[in-house]
């Protein structure tokens, strides 16, 4: 199509799709909609902490599901042993992990980062292994879930009547969202941050302590998923296996939105969110939602090689 | 003298072959899984070669599996051949898998490989009709009725099939063709090498024979399910086995695997479940301390020592 | 000197498959560029360069930093696709050929910052380019590479790459570029960190090269060096051709002057 020209037209004809499709399913599966905007906000919320990862430190955290998982046992037991609600163990999961990001990035990342990409990849599968095996061992893969009332709130529109506990994911994605863009933006250490994500050499020249910026940022990527594991027990049980397939998903959103686009994993969390849904609500085929994120991670990277094709042999 | 060097290997598959009359039956089903893994491993091995990480190996392991257990019940196939028609099952899904995906390789590949498994067992689950669903299958008998020294060599078989592929391929030119494209790609394309083709061709390569140990497998426990099937163990254990023995060769992955066969039996008693929290370890501390592995380092201390004694 | 027997074997039948066959191009021209353009979003870094390669000429291309040299060697080596314009290997139209193609069609490449396969001996290094961009057997390509480290003055090809000094890895590049039996050999800045002796023998090792049948193109900053090796210069400026000729006219040439801001050798 040569009428889609410039970047600005192709961003309008994406957004007016978009909204024609949005519409269209609100009209036909508007369960799907409501379940779909709540799945993707959890999506959204779960990979703005492996973006910041990715994009300023560089390296993928294939512990990052596991993280989570751990911060949701966390919460468990602080249910258990101390009667505190999951959303308030975020607060204590905030300072307990953020003191775990700081442990594995000086014990292990901190060694890896002048390492080949591969040593990477497989230092943070074996730290994932290793915490979920540890999981395991500890707590069986029995699934706990304490339970709470106020999950079950839910409220009426016309004829639809759907839980609304589940929006909090939602409302905290966007707070996360807009906090991290203010902190990377506006704040000296998130400029700072910025720099070296995009040239560390640079940013070191001209004085940034890029490894002190690396454990930083590893530290609150840690520390915000933990709280994130917190928030999640309160709608979903909690055992070993619970987080890798989130650690993909993630993935596929930063793969989807592009390394850096931290809006745009809110979008394609949101999209991943409904498409889901969406194979969910036709009977017979729910087993077949997780494929869903598998296909958008083949096809974005199909449509990515395939551009690369056509600028180099 | 040419001979003498290949004294150890005929020493070494004499003894592997006659192995079951000189062990009891639990030994031998030890060596029958350690077979298998050592195959896994070896095959992991030959895809990091070509400077790619692939987490596909329990996803491929498993598609060999349902495949073959799926040819002998639904069709009547011979099991020997199922295994390794199951191979070639899992060798197409690879190649299509590698043609999608291997123009953007590193984390990319390395992330969808790591999805396969889980893909492919939601596909599975998915269709009960043809897999039997989320119970799996079983089979009326396994191999060889069961017989611990048929099984053995069974295993021994897709082991042997595993090492020889990697050594054909450590002694002709794709050793050159895969390090070139490890070590600098574009140097690799410029030099006439048409890098595309060998990573596909070595992932779809390693991949079916990764499948027709999942056969194996399947044939000799008499049993598919999805979580069993594409369990991760299938992916931690030769990962630890690979790394531990030493990796970008055919030898560090058998003896990595031979080690943690032993080892991962004795821990098992040890601390149940606590096995495979030390795998993790392994992979955690070889990957940041001992890159070359046990067998790569030790190697290096002989041509240290060596070069100290003045020999060439 | 050896280099007899050498001529012979390097002299050798090519594999022609792949790229499209046109009618005969300029009657003596192994290397033709026709208004290739390169842009990169919206950096243009090539704007319509056009330049032939006659089989009995070296070629120097010269021009400031960033005027699009390597740029250029990339688009004729095959790691970037041009935009526009074509290239013509010989007869065969190459422009949109894949690299390792046009390394088996003859076109062979250094690169400006030299790394060797590290996990490869120095004759394997070498092998790379026998095995590979002219398909020979084991056996002869390891002969082949033994024979072009003779010949560069590379010994102890058997050990490891790590230790080589800044000539021998530039060597070592030279070698595994000439073990594919190029028509043309592009070479990119391969003087670089060479003290005056090396640079030297460098120079005399690329006349022994061209002498037998190899077409030479070579990126160089240093001016001297282009002055005694090559026949004919082209510069660009900012991705355009701005001057072709003799280095003597080219470097006389007001406009090449005002590119390089007065820098003259």
Known sequence: MTLLRTAAQKRSALVLVSLAILVLVAVWKPYALIEGAQRGGLYALIALPMALILGIVGIINLAHGEFMMLGAYFAYWMFRGAGMDPLVAMIPAIVVFGLLGVVTYTLTIRRALKAPELNQLLLTFGLAMMAAQFANLMWTSQPFKPSLMYVYSSMRLGRLSFGTYAFVYDAAAIVLLVGLLLFLRKTRLGQAALAVGQNPRGAKLVGIDVNRTYLVIFTISIALVGAIGAMFLTRHSVFPSVGSPYTMKSFCLIAMAGIGNLTGIVWGGFALGVAEALVMSFRGYGGWADVVFFAVLVAVIMVRSFRIRRQTA | MRTSRYIPYAIGAVVAVVFPFLSGVYTQQIATTTLLYLALAVTWDMILRSGQLSFGTSGFFGLGSYAAVLLFLRAGIDPLLTIVLGGAFAGVVALLVGLAVLRLRGMYFAIVTLASASIFAVVVRNIPQLTGGPEGMMLPSVIFGGDPGKTYWVALAVGALAVIASELSERSRVRLALTSIRNDERVAKSSGINVFWYLVFVFTLASAIQGIAGGAYAHVYGFVSPEGSFHLNFLLLPLAMALLGGIHTTWGPVIGALALGVLGEYLKLQIPYGHLLVYGGIIVIVTLFLPQGVVGAFRARVRQWQASRGVQ | ?265
């Not at chain 3, 012979?8 to 300029?26: F, N, T």
């Not at chain 3, 089989?55 to 291309?61: K, P």
């Open chain 3, 1 to 265: 000197m050896r280099w007899g027997g050498f001529a012979g074997r390097v002299c050798r039948g090519r594999d022609r498959r792949g790229a499209h066959s046109k009618g005969g191009a300029g009657s003596m021209s192994v290397l033709a560029v026709h208004s290739v353009m390169k842009h990169f979003g919206g950096l243009v870094a090539v704007n319509g360069v056009s330049f032939e390669l006659a089989e009995d000429e070296i070629l120097g291309i010269i021009g400031p930093n960033g005027a699009g040299k390597t740029t250029l060697v990339n688009l004729i080596s095959g790691l970037y696709l041009p935009n526009a314009g074509e290239i013509l290997l010989g007869a065969d139209d190459i422009t949109f050929a894949p690299a390792h193609e046009r390394c088996r069609l003859g076109v062979a490449r250094t690169f400006q910052l030299v790394h060797p396969l590290q996990d490869l001996t120095a004759r394997e290094n070498i092998m790379v380019g026998a095995l590979f961009g002219q398909r020979l057997p084991l056996r002869v390509a390891r002969k082949k590479a033994d024979e072009i480290g003779e010949l560069l003055g590379l010994r102890a090809t058997n050990r490891g790459v790590s230790n080589l000094t800044v000539l021998e890895v530039k060597k070592l590049e030279i070698g595994r570029a000439l073990a594919s039996d190029p028509k043309v050999l592009l070479l990119d800045e391969v003087m670089a960190g060479l003290n005056a002796d090396e640079t030297k023998a460098m120079i005399a090792s690329v006349r022994a090269i061209h002498e037998h049948g190899v077409a030479v193109c070579v990126i160089e900053h240093v001016m001297s060096v282009i002055r005694e090796m090559t026949d004919r210069v082209i510069v660009l400026n900012g991705g355009v051709l701005i001057a072709e000729g003799p280095y003597g006219t080219v470097s006389a040439d007001p406009e090449v002057i005002a590119a390089y801001l007065g820098e003259e050798r």
